[in-house]
């Protein structure tokens, strides 16, 4: 059964940091790219970052210089580093685990999401 199950998220002031982890079980977690998506009330879901099997990363235009994705392919684990928080990053984050098989079929899991709220 594959899980990915979010944590850290939680109120955090205009300014401030907060570190989000997705602990990924059942998959073989390096075959994965692994992403982070919010959703705020009322929009649409949107890409925040994403990071190959290999490290390579890219980053919403929104977030960039803000944020970090990295991971731990050891402990199956993904990292999401927010810094400089604005209200408009309050969201449900989720994680996504996806591998694309050339001709072949595409893997897609999500987690159940963690609530980041930032305000004062």
């Known amino acids: 059964q594959v899980q990915l199950v979010e944590s850290g998220g939680g109120l955090v002031q205009p300014g401030g940091s907060v570190k989000l982890s997705c602990a990924a079980s059942g998959i073989t977690f390096n075959r994965y790219i692994m992403g982070w998506y919010r959703q705020a009330p009322g929009k649409q879901r949107e890409l925040v970052a994403q990071i190959t099997s290999d490290g390579d990363t890219s980053y919403a235009y929104s977030v960039k210089g803000r944020v970090t994705i990295s991971r731990d392919n050891a402990m199956s684990t993904v990292y999401l580093q927010m810094n400089s928080l604005k209200p408009e990053d309050t969201a449900v984050y989720s994680c996504?685990?996806?591998?694309?098989?050339?001709?072949?079929?595409?893997?897609?899991?999500w987690g159940q999401g963690t609530q980041v709220t930032v305000s004062v």
């Open positions: 996504n685990a996806i591998w694309r098989i050339i001709s072949g079929p595409t893997f897609d899991y």
